[in-house]
């Protein structure tokens, strides 16, 4: 079946420009999480979706990041006004509740110039 | 939030079993242990998980120490396509029903021919 399909694949944008990412999770995937990938690094969460609510925004680092889920399906993760340490792999993962197993999309590679 | 220590990187040669370890000395009672991997180029991929018994799948086996402080992840036969970063996770309830992944960095297989 389909996985989770995260779009553009790679994104090359100018600092300073705002930036869209979004996330088709799984069908009937409740939850949703955001993580963020610099380069030779582990993955840091970003934020937690439960159906269309983020009661888990803690790891938004400023706030020019936001994000919103609706329909309890797609999500797209805005950062505004991008700057260059925002260059990173951006990835999604969807689970049937909070405590299963997560599945990945490939990531958004953001590049800011 | 409870820590894991992986070895930075481990060789294999094809065909040969690979036992990757990881210590988590702060673990508490209610958490999971997860092992995802993230193949060059792509999302994390979930491996196996377990809480206090050996679990084994048709990917790898998990072997849980008795006091749940270290464990291990064993490929049977390595072959070239699990070259990829292994990542030993607790999977920790952060609240409600929200259990965001916490990465290190990983141990690093390389697989040799």
């Known amino acids: 079946g389909a996985g989770v399909s995260q779009s553009p694949s790679n994104k090359v944008t100018e600092k300073g420009k705002d930036v869209e990412l979004r996330c088709d999770p799984i069908?009937?995937?409740?939850?949703l999480y955001w993580y963020r990938q610099r380069l030779g690094q582990g993955l840091e969460f970003l934020i937690y979706f439960q159906g269309n609510s983020a009661p888990d925004k803690s790891g938004l680092p400023s706030d020019r990041f936001s994000a919103e889920r609706t329909g309890e399906s797609v999500s797209t993760l805005t950062i505004q006004r991008t700057q260059q340490e925002d260059s990173a792999v951006y990835l999604c993962a969807s689970s049937m509740s909070g405590k299963n197993i997560q599945y990945f999309g490939a990531g958004t590679r953001l590049s800011v110039l | 939030d409870a820590k894991t220590t992986q070895p930075n990187s481990m060789e294999s040669n094809e065909e040969e079993p690979v036992h990757l370890p990881c210590n988590h000395s702060?673990?508490?009672?209610?958490?999971?242990i997860h092992w995802y991997r993230q193949l060059p180029s792509q999302g994390p991929e979930y491996v196996i998980h377990g809480l206090t018994s050996n679990v084994n799948n048709r990917m790898a086996s998990l072997a849980i120490a008795e006091d749940r402080k270290s464990s291990t992840l064993i490929l049977h036969r390595a072959t070239l396509r699990d070259a990829a970063v292994y990542y030993c996770i607790l999977r920790v309830n952060s609240g409600g029903s929200n259990y965001k992944l916490t990465f290190g960095k990983g141990t690093l297989l390389t697989v040799n021919p």
């Open positions: 702060t673990i508490s009672g209610t958490d999971y």
């Open positions: 069908s009937g995937h409740t939850a």
